[in-house]
């Protein structure tokens, strides 16, 4: 069983479009997160959800809108999509927020 | 922002020999630590973790050394193999708050 899973694992898509990528996990943790990983492997935290709340908000544009209907579910919706906004994003889990994450394959993100 | 003007750091070993990775973390009140370790094409897994009342911490051909005083965090893996091969992340955690990232280093094991 995969603890973390995304979907898509790849995105191609052309700029000024809408949209989501979807993480689930079922490892019953409490704390979601979403990652931007750049071409230089830099890994910046963007948001943190606990128990559906949102808890982490990095400076990220507001087209960038993150979604958790419920505990084991975090899905990033992306409006107006920008070439900048090509990367690969990856959910992670963690019982709590000092905790190890666990994260997902990653999505891999093509704006042209 | 994007990481301009940051560059990952590399490191090539020959397979056998033992690698050492370092990490300068910012944090002096950050007193847990994590080394991951990322694949090619997935996504960062837990290797080894080490809390600041410690100064080494051992596993499976690994070893972190953590010296507080100089906020230096240490990745050492033993006869190191071909899939070793990864970029290697530590990741600290001030009390209370979230773990930080560092920016990361890519070891390439030649055979």
């Known amino acids: 069983d995969t603890a973390v899973s995304q979907t898509p694992k790849y995105l191609v898509t052309q700029m000024g479009n809408d949209k989501s990528i979807k993480c689930e996990q079922n490892?019953?943790?409490?704390?979601m997160y979403w990652y931007k990983q750049d071409s230089k492997k830099f890994l910046k935290i963007m948001f943190s959800?606990?128990?559906?709340?949102?808890?982490i908000n990095e400076t990220v544009p507001n087209r960038f809108s993150p979604k958790s209907p419920d505990k084991a579910h975090l899905n990033l919706h992306i409006n107006s999509l920008e070439l900048g906004d090509s990367a690969v994003y990856f959910c992670?889990?963690?019982?709590?927020?000092?905790?190890?994450?666990?994260f997902g394959p990653g999505t891999r993100l093509t704006v042209t | 922002g994007e990481s301009v003007g940051l560059h990952l750091p590399t490191l090539s070993v020959q397979e056998g020999d033992n690698s050492i990775i370092n990490c300068a973390y910012s944090?002096?009140?950050?007193?847990?630590f994590i080394w991951y370790k990322q694949e090619s094409g997935k996504g960062p897994q837990f290797i080894i973790d080490?809390?600041?009342?410690?100064d080494k911490r051992q596993g499976q051909r690994v070893t972190v050394l953590l010296n507080k005083t100089v906020k230096h965090l240490s990745l050492q893996i033993a006869a190191t193999q071909p899939g070793d091969s990864a970029v290697y992340f530590c990741?600290?955690?001030?009390?209370?708050?979230?773990?930080?990232f560092g920016t990361g280093t890519s070891l390439t094991v030649i055979p």
């Open positions: 944090n002096s009140a950050s007193d847990y």
């Open positions: 959800y606990n128990n559906k709340e949102l808890i």
């Open positions: 490892l019953g943790h409490d704390t």
């Open positions: 080490i809390r600041s009342n410690m």
């Open positions: 992670a889990s963690s019982r709590d927020l000092a905790y190890e994450q666990y």
């Open positions: 990741a600290e955690n001030p009390p209370g708050n979230q773990f930080y």
